[in-house]
């Protein structure tokens, strides 16, 4: 994938970046992560300024080989003219691009049992490239996502990747996790601002990392994560943006990092975006117009958190409840509909007969139970 071009430009794999940064002491890995991703900025930044290319879908079925348009998209300006498009690379005989610059991929492989296929295009005169992965659409549609994975009744710790697995196991629809800013630049799955009494976003991966979580694993970076999540694809990714502590701008970089790793990893497919940061639900459609991405914060009517091109609301319940005609304008406004956190059975049955497309609960295995036991999917 492109995801390993800035590392290898600067000498590094991904993975071979980070096993390098734990053989260093914590401010020698601080300096050399810092001199490491402004080098990373500046590839990126003539990127960001030049455009580059997305899918507006990147998923398919073996009903329908139809992935998503290609565009040219610039942070700085939407709707410019597209190019003509090329396949490119080994695989290029598995897709075609019909016209309007749809992708497609050919019918033999649509119905196969591969969970994605990786492709490489690029604009005919070879200024723009990129590589997408497009994932087989297998995903859960039964409303239930899994708040901080399955932690709870499982014994896992919450935010880690064994709780993303029993989600997955669970047949959740969702899996939520939330992500913080290293000191380095790591981009840490942590729910808390402090781990161990460490600060978070003054303290380096590493030293994160000397303790583990209760059950061995270390708590993941975003680049780990994402490599054993989308090995399935049943469960999305449900992944929640944490403002930062210490300011806006912060708050911002970190939603470019992750934008980009993203990007890199070619995760697109899997990945939905949540956050308390209003700010950072805009950057995040900077970058991405097509991600879906719901705000939850709480205090934005549907009309304005529509206005603003954002896929959904995703309130605490306590919103919902005060102000129960949010919900039906929601739906008029063609926004996407979850709630928080909502554990109690008796709030389940009031939600679930509102109409919502999702709950977001730290019991999912009781919601399941009421969804399967007569109940059709929420969505």
Not at 21 to 43: E, Q, Y
Not at 90 to 100: L, Q, S, W
Request: glycine content about 8%.
């Amino acid at each position: 994938m492109a995801g390993t071009d800035y590392y290898c430009n600067f000498g590094f794999t991904q993975t071979q970046y980070r096993k390098q940064m734990k053989k260093l002491p914590a401010f020698t890995s601080l300096i050399f992560s810092s001199v490491f991703f402004l080098n990373v900025l500046s590839v990126h930044a003539q990127q960001e300024r030049d455009g580059y290319l997305l899918l507006d879908d990147y998923s398919y079925t073996p009903q329908d080989k139809g992935i998503g348009t290609i565009v040219v998209h610039r942070m700085d300006a939407t709707g410019r003219e597209n190019p003509r498009f090329v396949l490119r690379g080994p695989d290029a005989d598995k897709f075609k691009i019909r016209k309007g610059n749809q992708l497609v991929l050919r019918r033999k492989y649509a119905k196969s049992d591969e969970k994605w296929f990786d492709v490489a295009l690029g604009t005919a005169d070879g200024q723009l490239n990129a590589n997408f992965r497009v994932v087989k659409d297998e995903f859960k549609t039964n409303g239930v996502i899994a708040h901080r994975g399955a932690w709870k009744n499982t014994g896992v710790p919450e935010n880690s990747i064994a709780s993303f697995l029993k989600a997955v196991e669970l047949g959740c629809e969702g899996s939520e996790f939330d992500v913080h800013y290293t000191a380095d630049s790591v981009v840490m799955l942590f729910h808390d601002r402090h781990k161990d009494g460490l600060v978070i976003e003054k303290t380096t991966y590493n030293e994160l990392s000397e303790k583990p979580l209760s059950n061995g694993e270390t708590a993941p970076d975003l680049q780990t994560f994402f490599e054993v999540a989308t090995k399935q694809n049943t469960t999305r990714l449900v992944l929640e943006i944490k403002p930062s502590a210490v300011s806006k701008e912060r708050g911002i970089a970190l939603t470019d990092q992750i934008m980009r790793q993203v990007m890199e990893a070619g995760v697109q497919g899997w990945v939905d975006y949540i956050s308390f940061g209003y700010d950072i639900c805009q950057r995040i459609l900077q970058w991405d117009p097509y991600a879906k991405v719901a705000y939850l914060n709480g205090e934005k009517a549907p009309s304005e958190v529509a206005a603003d091109g954002l896929d959904g609301l995703d309130y605490n319940q306590k919103v919902f409840r005060d102000k129960p005609d949010w919900i039906q304008q929601a739906k008029d406004e063609g926004l996407s509909l979850n709630v928080w956190t909502v554990n109690n059975p008796d709030d389940m049955d009031w939600f679930l007969k509102q109409g919502f497309d999702f709950i977001t609960t730290d019991e999912p295995e009781l919601l399941l139970k009421k969804i399967t036991s007569g109940k059709e999917p929420m969505h």
